[in-house]
């Protein structure tokens, strides 16, 4: 068969055009189906229900399995827990002899890897700096034997280049022991291979040595010349190449802007999440935090474990012994609830590969140094496929930062490629940072388009639907996210046009390569591509820095604390104008200048809702008095369960709405209300408070971070009533509008001094002060 040269799939730009065709591998396949094959193909089936469990293959993992037992060459380029590590562990578990050389960038992940295999019951070792000698000594033992006793054997790159090592190899090799090698993570190839880990340019030796082996490459981040670049370096020829789509649908991609990078609320605003989810499942959540230093993970983590969150830094400052038992707790099931750990902060060494299926949030509390680092960590997220959320901290200061720090490693970088006299480090990682700007900043196109459009996914804008079904805060709330994007300060980026995708000759969709060469002409696969679609340009944002304006205020964060003086509710009275509303403040709030509700200057931290005409749809047939017309603060609402099907989202967030409208309004009537909260704080509120009043003290805007807390509380509390008292009980839309109006109405009894008694009296109370207890309990919660 002809040797396919990647150049045969990239145009001269070397960039790629992913389309995809689920067509005739059958048809189209070298395997000669003879019966050995059939049986181990049977085999690795029964492997994959018996051993891993699964009751069947996930994406394309059949294919890429069947020919590697076929024995090709095989590159998988698929997204973040996609499962490619069963596409190598299962046909090397598969082997009635030999061993799979798998070649892994990180002691972590091979300890992860192994750890899991060894439970599974499939033998395996690995061979690191961190192997007992006594161990090391089985190995080598068994190696010389020329048949070792283990399937897999995992090594870094650096091993494989030693002569010793490749030595022993030689001995397995004759010995007809060697059967695959695999490489995972294969982008360190690319990423690494130049300058900072050379070993991994070495694998391609590999080739020249043991030609007959095949060799398998797999990464969840190549874009177009990365997957060129390792193709080349390894050697590859004549391979299978299984691309999936890079989208992940189930991950909810936010970003939020801060003009300054004002540490103290941004912890306690990422606390106040944390605490938040919890509240809403009933249960603990697990999850990551990702810092650049370790600094920052270790006031982080210390500042969660402050507020009562089982919460551990893992950085490579922590002593071996403690990460390892970190990462333990945390993949602990149920995290604290049954003696773990529930929230990670970690630098990047935390990454590559780790599999928990439970994590339902990744939150970057600074940018990361690259598009394919960010990609790679919100892949830690929802791997057992339920809905989870990936929440970026973006702000220029914080980007400034990292361009420097990127800019001055290429410089060092360049200067050591000198002083050794070798090509020089490729501009990539700058590029690849330019580019993670971009998709912060932009508020236009969907979050997952933009990431699946880096990756080289040539994707129709038309098709949104079949990527983001309102994942992502761009699709979810447009108008909210370019709003918040004005806290950015002045104009930083400087449009300019670019290619949205390379001219293209590959296509994906297809459980093989389907190569066009320079011709137009298909060389193996299928005949239609899927997305035809000629290039297109598209406008996105160039970064340039320069002078812009100075921080307002961050985003507030909605400790209950802050119920404390000055309390006021912080809504708008229906009265003032649209334009500029001041809350007036109390006689109480002697320090709080008056609070600004500014509509459209730019800067303004402080955002104006659109009125919300969903109101009047929701609310017909509900006195007219019932719910206010005011504008809301504005606020995320997530609500429970939001891919029920019984209720329309449109018109659970409505509800929401109203409810919050409501108790705002009784709070506005008697604003003593809040009095009777106050009492409900609890020790580590009032420290929140101290904190809160070192931010006052330089923030002039420091009213709003008093403010906000009560609107985040009245916020959850209205969350949570309509999930509770209303969703969970309604199986129809009509059953649920009809009781929304009977909760708008009874909530309407809060001005009252009846609920908020513990002996309510009459029953008219009781919806009330059901209210009153979740706004208490909430309250509690910092
Ligand atoms: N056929 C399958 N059916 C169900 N779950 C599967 C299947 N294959 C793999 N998984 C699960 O998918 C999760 C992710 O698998 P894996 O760690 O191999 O992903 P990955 O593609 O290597 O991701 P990453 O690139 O992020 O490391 C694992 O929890 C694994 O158990």
Redesign the pocket.
């Known amino acids: 068969m002809p040797s396919k040269s990647t150049e045969d799939f990239f145009d001269a730009t070397g960039d790629v055009d992913i389309g995809l065709s689920d067509t005739n591998w059958s048809a189209t396949s070298p395997i000669s189906v003879n019966t050995e094959l059939r049986i181990r193909i049977k085999d690795c089936h029964r492997i ?1 229900t018996t051993t891993f469990g ?1 009751s ?3 994406g394309k ?1 059949k294919g890429i399995i069947e020919a590697a037992v076929a024995g090709r060459d095989v590159f998988v380029l ?1 997204p ?7 596409c190598f562990q299962i046909p090397a578990a598969a082997d009635k002899s030999g061993m799979t050389l798998v070649i892994s960038p990180l002691l972590a992940l091979m300890e992860n890897q192994t750890d899991g295999l060894r439970r599974k019951g499939v033998p395996v070792a690995s061979l690191s700096s961190e192997t007992p000698a006594n161990e090391k000594q089985e190995i080598h033992r068994a190696l010389m034997s020329g048949q070792p006793d283990f399937r897999l054997l995992y090594i870094t790159p650096e091993r494989l280049a030693s002569p010793e090592f490749v030595k022993l190899l030689r001995i397995v090799y004759r010995a007809r022991g060697l059967n695959r090698l695999v490489i995972d993570e294969a982008h360190c190839i690319s990423e690494w291979g130049h300058d900072f880990r050379i070993d991994y340019r070495r694998i391609g030796m590999f080739r020249e040595k043991f030609p007959d082996v095949p060799v398998m490459a797999l990464t ?1 981040t190549a874009t177009s010349s990365v997957l060129n670049d390792i193709i080349r370096s390894l050697r590859m020829s004549d391979h299978d190449l299984f691309i999936h789509p890079f989208n992940r649908s189930n991950l909810f991609y936010e970003v939020r802007y801060a003009s300054s990078s004002d540490e103290l609320t941004k912890m306690a605003e990422i606390c106040d999440y944390i605490c938040g989810l919890h509240r809403k499942r009933g249960k603990v959540s697990c999850g990551i935090i990702y810092c650049r230093t370790k600094n920052t993970c270790n006031s982080m983590s210390g500042y969660l474990r402050c507020k009562g969150l089982s919460a551990r830094p893992y950085h490579r400052g922590v002593t071996p012994g403690t990460l390892a038992k970190t990462l333990k707790e945390w993949s602990t099931p149920g995290g604290s609830e049954n003696g773990g750990i529930d929230v990670v902060v970690a630098t990047i060494a935390f990454g ?2 780790i ?1 928990n ?1 439970d994590v339902r949030y990744i939150i970057h509390y600074d940018i990361p140094k690259s598009f394919e680092g960010y990609y790679q960590e919100t ?1 830690r997220a929802g ?1 057992n496929g339920a809905p989870s959320k990936c929440i970026l901290y973006y702000s220029r200061d914080d980007l400034s930062q990292v361009q420097r720090w990127v800019a001055d490693s290429l410089r060092d970088r360049v200067q050591t490629a000198e002083d050794f006299q070798c090509s020089g480090p490729s501009q990539r990682s700058v590029s690849s940072l330019e580019k993670l700007a971009l998709y912060a900043e932009n508020t236009d196109i969907c979050r997952h388009i933009s990431i699946c459009r880096y990756f080289g996914e040539d994707i129709d804008e038309r098709d949104v639907k079949g990527y983001c079904d309102m994942m992502c805060d761009v699709c979810k709330y447009p108008d909210k996210t370019r709003k918040r994007k004005e806290k950015l300060g002045g104009p930083l980026l400087e449009s300019r046009t670019i290619q949205s995708r390379p001219p293209t000759n590959v296509m994906m969709n297809g459980t093989r390569s389907n190569v066009l060469n320079e011709n137009g002409k298909r060389t193996i696969g299928s005949t239609t591509s899927i997305n035809p679609q000629p290039v297109s340009s598209i406008t996105v944002k160039k970064l340039k820095i320069t002078e812009y304006s100075k921080p307002l205020v961050t985003k507030p964060h909605n400790s209950a604390a802050s119920l404390l003086k000055p309390f006021k509710a912080p809504f708008l009275k229906r009265e003032k104008s649209t334009t500029e509303i001041v809350a007036a403040s109390s006689s109480t709030d002697m320090e709080t200048p008056p609070l600004r509700w500014s509509e459209s200057k730019s800067g303004s931290s402080v955002s104006r809702l659109e009125p919300d005409s969903a109101e009047e749809r929701i609310n017909d047939g509900i006195a007219s008095s019932a719910v206010p017309n005011f504008m809301l603060p504005d606020i995320d609402i997530e609500l429970e369960e939001p891919s029920s099907g019984k209720v329309p989202f449109t018109m659970r967030h409505d509800a929401v709405n109203s409810i919050r409208r409501t108790i705002h309004r009784m709070f506005m009537e008697r604003e003593e209300l809040w009095d009777r909260l106050k009492n409900t704080l609890n020790v580590s509120a009032r420290y929140v408070i101290l904190s809160l009043h070192s931010i006052w003290s330089t923030n002039p805007n420091r009213l709003w971070v008093f403010r906000s807390p009560s609107a985040h509380l009245i916020a959850s509390t209205a969350t949570e009533i309509e999930f509770v008292s209303i969703f969970c009980f309604s199986s129809t839309p009509e059953g649920y509008q009809e009781r929304l109006k009977k909760k708008i109405v009874a909530l309407g009894l809060l001005k009252n001094e009846q609920p908020w008694k513990d002996d309510i009296g009459q029953e008219s109370y009781e919806d009330a002060h059901e209210a009153v207890e979740i706004l208490r309990r909430l309250s509690r919660c910092t």
């Open positions: 994959l699964h069947d293959y996930k993992q698929a973040t827990g996609m499962g490619k590590s069963l969840a590559l590969g599999d299926g892949g791997r």
